[in-house]
């Protein structure tokens, strides 16, 4: 199973931690987003968006990440991450896409680029965009794990919902957003952190990190 990744992709890091997850052997192929390794001819044959991740499960290329989690889950169904209630399914699925449908796709790589790029946006002002969406988003995480939270955002499982807070919350920090509102998330990431498939999928303990 190869994975394409970029160490700093939160659509990427999503899927190591599910990987890590159910025990599965991967190799990284990475695609640099800076250098702009990812508009290649080679890349858009793999993905025609020339987006991470992309997943080649013998021969099957899958692409999104929530669409390869999903995949996951029903070739790989040792160590579910998503529960066997309907309800509670519904539930892991919707705090997962609060996260990787709301608030990622207006902070990530190419949205900002294009700010400060053809919109000519300041620096400064960008930073503000950017805290402003996770703001939004994670106020309503927030009051929904007020909810749903046991140990983990559904109860005392780890799933989805986990599998994509985690890498929001790596990049809230990066971006100096202010965590302080936010202690059932910031209790969560910090507790999934101790898990070594956590761990391990960190940006900086990729083999393309710095």
Known sequence: MKLYSYWRSSAAYRVRIALNLKGLDYEIETVDLVSGAHKAKEYRAINVQTLVPSLDCDGQVIHQSLTILEYLEEKFPQHP????????KATVRALAQMVACDIHPLNNLRVLKYLVGPLEVSHDAKAQWYKHWVAEGFHAVEARLEQTAGKYCVGDGITHADVCLVPQVYNARRFD???????NIVRIEQDCLTLRAFNTAVPEKQPDAP
């Open 81 to 88: 991450l998503l529960p066997d209630d309907r309800e509670e």
């Open 177 to 183: 957003c202010d965590l302080g509102p936010y202690p």
